[in-house]
Every structure is written in C-alpha cells, then in structure tokens.
C-alpha cells in the first residue's frame, strides 16, 4: 500500500536556526498537509496545500513557516528561524481529491530544539 | 469550549470485553468525521470513516448524530493489540482535520 514517507526521523537543532522538514506524499495525491503534535498534547492543524499554493493556514503558521513543493515528489515545512517551543512531531498528510475522504499521514518528523 | 471534546481516560478492560467512546464537537458545519487511532509516539492511523447512517468495520462500530453533535465508536470483542489512543477527528470544508485529544485504551489479558 502506498505511504506518504517523512525524512529525517529525528531533527536536532539550534535554537534560532533553519530546519526544513521532507515529505513525499503518496504519488496521485493533489491535496498536501502539515501537522505537528507537542509532546502529550493534540495534534494541531497547521497547513493545507494545493495546486502550488497554501490553501488554509492556522495561527501557529506564522511568518517563520514556509512551505513548498519544489518539484514533483517532495513537499517541504521550512522553518526559518526555531524557537523552543517548536519542538514537536511533525506529520505530512497527503489525500487524492477534495471529497471528504480521509487524508494519510506519514510517521513524522520529531523536531528538538536545543 | 474545545471543539472536538472526548474523554482521555484510561479506559482498562479485559480482553474480549466490548467498550465504547463517545465525543462531541462545536462547530455544526463540519463536513466529515473521522476515527484515527494512534500508537505511542506514532503517527495517527485512519481506523474508519463516521458516515451519518452509522457504518461497522468488523468489530468496529461508528456512529454520527448530526443533531446532537456527538460521534462514538463501538470496539466489540477487544483485543490486546487494540490497546492505543483513539483519535476523534472533524474535517471542514476545506479539508483541515481537527483532532480531539484523543481517549486512551488499554486492553489487559
């Protein structure tokens, strides 16, 4: 069964850096999301994507959050300058249409900030 | 008040016993539900779809009441492996998904 598919597994980083964050979604999907889970907390919405464009964003996508699809397979959370508090998992969803079917999530990027 | 609300439990139970959980949400205009489950530290998996009639997967039931706004999910059967966290999840129009925080199953031998 196809799988969306998250690279790396584990991120370790320097407050105030850069992270970028990998997903390829799975190959005939057209509608791309990103997540992330703090540590015994609910997962929390934080982007949608389709078509090249942000569709729907959340207050937590604020400024320092980028997305992009650089080209075919990948889809990208960029994070430009990280807090402590954006430690997290970070799951990729992808799904194939509009419709209200389920999205499928990758097994996620666990970021930690040092 | 939160807008996708269930019981974090844990809910302790023996194997083969039958348990359900309920959840409610806030915002009437949602367009689909969802049950995920999700394992320790893992990413959440899609265990069923919630359609308004009610559906069943094997052990698994769902049901939807768009009137009350409640969803539920029956587990009949319970084995050990089903033991996790059960996510109710609500998608709106334009597909962002809002999880609840999920209740906790714990199934004993």
């Known amino acids: 069964e196809p799988e969306v598919t998250q690279t790396p597994s584990h991120q370790v980083t320097q407050m105030g850096q850069e992270v970028i964050l990998r997903c390829v979604p799975i190959?005939?999907?057209?509608?791309f999301y990103w997540y992330r889970q703090i540590l015994g907390q609910k997962v929390e919405f934080l982007v949608s994507f389709y078509n090249n464009e942000i569709s729907e964003k959340s207050e937590i996508f604020d400024d320092q959050f980028s997305v992009e699809r650089p080209d075919g397979s990948n889809f990208t959370l960029k994070i430009r300058s990280t807090k402590l508090e954006d430690s997290a998992m970070y799951f990729c969803?992808?799904?194939?249409?509009?419709?209200?079917?389920?999205?499928?999530f990758g097994d996620g990027t666990r970021l930690s900030i040092l | 008040r939160k807008e996708v609300e269930q019981d974090p439990g844990p809910f302790n139970v023996p194997e083969g016993a039958t348990v359900a959980f309920n959840c409610t949400y806030s915002n009437s205009a949602s367009q689909s539900f969802f049950w995920y489950r999700q394992d320790c530290r893992k990413e959440p998996k899609l265990l069923m779809s919630?359609?308004?009639s009610g559906n069943e997967d094997g052990r698994f039931t769902a049901q939807l009441n768009r009137a009350s706004q409640y969803i539920s999910l029956l587990i009949r059967d319970s084995k050990l492996s089903d033991s996790a966290t059960y996510l109710c999840?609500?998608?709106?129009?334009?597909?962002?998904?809002?999880f609840g925080g999920g209740t906790r199953l714990m199934v004993k031998p």
């Open positions: 999840v609500r998608g709106n129009a334009g597909n962002m998904l809002t």
């Open positions: 919630v359609y308004s």
């Open positions: 969803a992808s799904k194939r249409d509009r419709d209200n079917q389920p999205q499928h």
């Open positions: 190959s005939n999907h057209l509608y």
